[in-house]
């Protein structure tokens, strides 16, 4: 399989996602249920098609493209990842796995190898949880862990559910249990190709990353609430400033981060929303996220303890009130040591350089792991740069990638 075939073929796959943005002068920005995503899949649906998958998207808008084994009755191997993106981000998170898996499909084709399990090349939606602040939207489906409540619950800046985001897109909410798979008779694993999205495998000078494990995860979104008030004629200390406190809290993140310790440990405050929004105003109410992540979940706990003591105290004292949004909660997952070896062979047999790492990232893995046997493979991200315009990667590398699951694949399943 000759590699510069393999590597135009995906370079050409992935630029014809490239004007599919909300944000075309600044990076793609493709939310979910947004006819930005639409087009995308659209244009997955027809390189599938091309590569001789058989088509279907499921009630909660992942796509699949199935190519059977020789024994159709076995558990699928899905390759996949997902097809939104943050705002302004790069084409490559997420698009780039399933650009993969179509790609693993086409190599099939070519050689006429037929594995006994059948293939799915998934595109899961919404995974970055951009529009309605949660993230593995469609992983989460998959698994059979979205209800109505859920779907009615959530909302974007703009006041629209999640819910009729999906009636406007054409999906029928009501049916989102069909979108739950009884993975344990239909999943035999589950491989995501990503980018590494930070810079030890370019440091390292490895061509590709094998994932031991992702990271836990926990958002919220917090609202303080004080007293709008003339910023000129209120004395500073009869304000109810919703900045003031609001600031105060969120100015500490990083120190906690940094006191809880732990591999992996991060905090970060994203988005922050002010209302009135006005200069001579004392803010009535500030709205802002909360991403913290850890190796180990007792480290988030900490951190997230402090945060919700530190907002009792600080608006205790000024008056002001607060609550705390859980968007979402999800534990530190081990991917599969199986796979990992197996991937581990293949980079040797092709003598690929690699490494074992963990993802400070989440991914569609995350969610998958802890019940489907789970593997990711990461390709180098240049200058270790990812959410946001300048994200990179070469194609040979997503062409290395491309090989070692199709060999991985070849050699097991055959
Ligand atoms: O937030 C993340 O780590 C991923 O990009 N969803
Ligand atoms: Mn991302
Ligand atoms: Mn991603």
């Not at 996220?289 to 530190?310: F, H």
């Amino acid at each position: 399989m000759d590699k510069q075939v393999i590597a135009n073929r995906i370079q050409k796959d992935m630029e014809l996602f490239e004007p599919f943005s909300q944000t075309p002068c600044h990076g793609i920005t493709r939310l979910p249920f947004t006819i930005e995503v639409r087009k995308c899949v659209d244009v997955l649906s027809n390189r599938m098609e091309r590569a001789g998958l058989t088509v279907r998207e499921d009630a909660a808008g992942n796509l699949y493209g199935r190519l059977e084994g020789s024994e159709p009755n076995l558990p699928a191997l899905v390759i996949g990842s997902h097809f939104d993106s943050v705002k302004s981000g790069g084409n490559f998170d997420g698009m780039a796995g399933i650009v993969v898996g179509i790609e693993v499909a086409r190599m099939l084709r070519d050689s006429g190898v037929v594995l006994r399990n059948p293939i799915e090349i998934m595109g899961t939606h919404d995974e970055e949880g951009m529009r309605f602040g949660t993230g593995f939207f469609g992983t989460k489906a998959m698994m059979g862990e979205i209800d109505d409540d859920y779907l009615r619950r959530l909302k974007d800046s703009d006041g629209v559910s999640l819910r009729d985001a999906m009636i406007c897109y054409g999906l029928s909410p009501d049916k989102i249990k069909d979108a739950a798979r009884d993975y344990q008779k239909e999943i035999a694993a589950f491989i995501e190709v990503h980018i590494e999205q930070g810079p030890v495998l370019e440091d390292a000078q490895k061509q590709l990353g094998l994932v031991t494990g992702i990271v836990g995860m926990q958002r919220y979104l917090v609202t303080v609430t004080g007293r709008p008030d003339h910023a000129g004629t209120t004395p500073m200390d009869l304000r109810i400033d919703a900045m003031a406190c609001a600031s105060k809290v969120i100015s500490q993140m990083t120190g906690w981060a940094k006191e809880a310790g732990g591999e992996g440990t991060v905090a970060t405050v994203g988005f922050v929303q002010v209302a009135p929004n006005a200069v001579n105003i004392i803010p009535q109410e500030v709205v802002f996220s909360v991403d913290v992540r850890s190796k180990e979940e007792c480290c988030i706990d900490q951190i997230v303890g402090s945060l919700r003591a530190e907002l009792e105290a600080v608006c205790g004292e000024k008056g002001a009130t607060f609550k705390i949004d859980e968007k979402l909660k999800v534990a530190p997952a081990s991917l599969d040591e199986k796979l990992l070896a197996m991937l581990e062979k293949g980079c040797g047999d092709l003598g690929l350089s690699y490494m074992r790492m963990p993802s400070g990232a989440g991914h569609d893995s995350l969610q998958t792991a802890p019940k489907i046997d789970t593997a990711m493979v990461f390709v180098p991200s240049k200058d270790g740069r990812s959410h946001c315009p300048v994200e990179w990667t070469e194609y040979s590398d997503l062409a290395n990638a491309a090989h070692l699951v199709y060999e991985t694949l070849v050699s097991n399943y055959r």
